[in-house]
């Protein structure tokens, strides 16, 4: 198993891991966002073997809602994937430590979103340009994993956004610079 994130190597796990700066995340129900091929995903404390979550992966999915128990602020969490979904193969072909920030630093940043999204739809802003206060938002806090998240939530994006979705990933994988 690999520790870590391949670049070019058909297998990029992009977040959460690849692009904290800080190696801390906000969000509690993080989205995983990755290139190239998997068939599982599993979710672990970092000081247990108890698997928390684990999504089974159709063909082309690059993007995954985590859909388990809440994460806790403070904890380290792995995010182990696999090549294969047999239970005779068992053994992650990498994993990606992240850490949920102090419940301190994340109820401050929770109560910060609250009041920026009800500003915002105060004036009526839309889905999408709140999406992307927020990306600036989570990106003035170096928080890359969680303002990612946010570009990759809009449901409907517009054409630009949908590029700069694939742009992104392109270049984060690549390794080249922004």
Known sequence: ???????????????????EVEGKIWNTRPIFIWQGQLNRIE???SNSE????????QDDEEIVDYTGKKLEPGDTYYWRVFDSTSSADFFPTMRITFRIMDM??????TQDLAKLDRDLNKQGATKEAIALAK????????LWSDALSEVFK???PSIELQNFRSNILQRLCKGEEN
């Open 104 to 109: 301190e630093e994340h109820e401050a940043i």
């Open 1 to 19: 198993m690999k520790d870590g994130t391949t670049r070019g190597g058909g297998l990029c796990l992009v977040s959460p891991g690849l692009i």
């Open 154 to 156: 809009v449901k409907e």
């Open 50 to 57: 108890e698997v928390l979550w684990t999504f089974d992966l």
């Open 135 to 142: 990306v600036k938002f989570f990106a003035e806090r170096n």
């Open 43 to 45: 979710i672990r404390p």
